[in-house]
């Protein structure tokens, strides 16, 4: 059994019933589908990579994880690939029963009576979803004495969140594993990009270099934003070309064995940070240096944030884009005209990592950070091009940097440290010879 199972099975209710479906195959058009990607937290608990199966987890139970799994099927597997079948499910991922998906519904009433607790996510599944309602209603229709279906229904990625949140040593070297195949694929980019290609190849480039160590692709779709395009925080056209004088804003991640990194870069087209474009740069870098720093145990997500921006608003004031008192910019929220995001997130099986924020929303406690947790450290400034009241050397620029950050007991470790965020050494990698 997994031990990320095993310790979920930890921290069910007794008499209880746990239910966790695989993500389904998402059609793209007409007949043919989007290349699957498994649920995470079902591929954190099982392993098991196909979709249409359901993970049914019975704590106190001899044999307490049981799959139902699409059946093995040669005309099937002939068009799709192969199945690992209910034999499959036993034998290669560990679960002590395995069943035809088929069979679920019929199992539902051995499943639920008698439980007092069930574990399921509702909305995220509506086929599954109307099951288990039809198994409710069933009971309630019929009042049936004989049978007693569970009186409590909890969210079970209240659990996983948590578990997820804080990274084994086996996890956090799948991260950096994942965090150095895009840190290469950055320094890639910057060793090749010169002005007249287009956005497009860039994402290409480093999109197969991703793929060619081993990556399963990228952890989210990439933003290769030329020129004012930085200004867009999540653009993803990359379709326009590069301008010599311009810069470029990469932020791009690769995903290894389902493990997620986040990299934002930014430099020159050319090679060559004019005097306004490094005058931008070196305040974002300060602030993310900084950031980075802070990002170790006991400091709290909500304070970082707010350092962030206090860091921001001083080198807006010292660009000229902001006047006026800091504490009063803060309280206006002035910032938010060229920072307009939050300073990082988690990081881990997704991009936008599972896991809460706060340890109380009501009272906004801020959760403080601890050993294992992974973060993103991003800050930005983004001069819209028409901004009539920046400076104008300074409109169209686009600045951000970010790296993916692991909390240790002795501070902290930069996975994507491998990718240069120096200034000078930007400019003297894309003036080496292998640019020539």
Wanted: overall charge neutral; glycine content about 8%.
């Amino acid at each position: 059994m997994r031990s990320q199972l095993k310790r979920f099975i930890e921290q069910l209710d007794d008499n209880s019933v746990a239910i966790i479906p695989a993500a389904h195959e998402k059609t793209r058009s007409y007949d043919t589908e989007y290349k699957f990607r498994q649920d995470s937290d079902f591929r954190y608990l099982t392993g098991f990579p196909e979709p249409d199966a359901i993970a049914v987890i019975t704590p106190g139970a001899k044999r307490p994880y049981t799959l139902y799994v699409r059946p093995r099927d040669p005309l099937m597997e002939t068009w799709f690939g192969r199945r690992q079948g209910v034999e499959g499910a036993v034998k290669n991922y560990g679960a002590d029963k395995a069943y035809p998906i088929e069979r679920f519904a019929a199992d539902l009433g051995k499943i639920m009576d008698g439980k007092d607790v069930l574990y399921y996510r509702f909305a995220a599944d509506n086929e599954l979803d109307r099951t288990l309602l039809g198994y409710f209603t069933e009971q309630r229709v019929r009042r049936l004495k004989s049978a007693y279906p569970p009186h409590t229904i909890k969210d079970p990625t209240i659990i996983t969140g948590e578990m997820r949140l804080h990274k084994s040593a086996a996890e956090a070297k799948l991260m950096q594993k994942a965090a150095d195949i895009a840190a290469e694929a950055h320094v890639l980019a910057m060793r090749s990009v010169k002005p007249g290609m287009n956005e497009s190849q860039v994402e290409a480039l480093m999109e197969a270099y991703m793929k060619d160590q081993g990556a399963s692709g990228v952890a989210y779709n990439s933003i290769i934003g030329g020129g004012d395009n930085a200004t867009i925080l999540h653009y993803v056209e990359n379709n326009m070309p590069l301008k010599d004088g311009d810069l470029l804003l990469i932020d791009a991640g690769a995903e290894y064995e389902g493990y997620a990194s986040d990299i934002t870069r930014t430099f020159p087209v050319n090679g060559k940070f004019t005097k306004a474009q490094r005058e931008v740069y070196d305040v974002v870098l300060d602030v993310q240096k900084k950031c980075v720093d802070f990002t170790v145990v006991g400091n709290t997500h909500l304070k970082r944030q707010e350092y962030s921006i206090e860091l921001l608003t001083e080198g807006m004031k010292q660009l000229g884009l902001l006047k006026g008192k800091t504490r009063d910019l803060i309280k206006k929220k002035a910032y938010l005209k060229y920072y307009m995001h939050g300073v990082g997130h988690w990081l881990g099986l997704d991009v936008h990592d599972a896991g809460r924020y706060y340890v109380d929303q009501q009272a906004k406690q801020s959760r403080p950070y601890a050993v294992g947790m992974v973060l993103t450290v991003e800050p930005g400034i983004y001069v819209p091009p028409d901004d009539r009241s920046a400076p104008a050397k300074y409109r169209g620029i686009g600045i951000r940097i970010e790296d993916d950050v692991l909390v240790t007991k002795d501070g902290n470790v930069n996975l994507t440290a491998k990718v240069t965020k120096e200034a000078d050494e930007i400019e003297a990698l894309m003036a080496s010879d292998k640019r020539k």
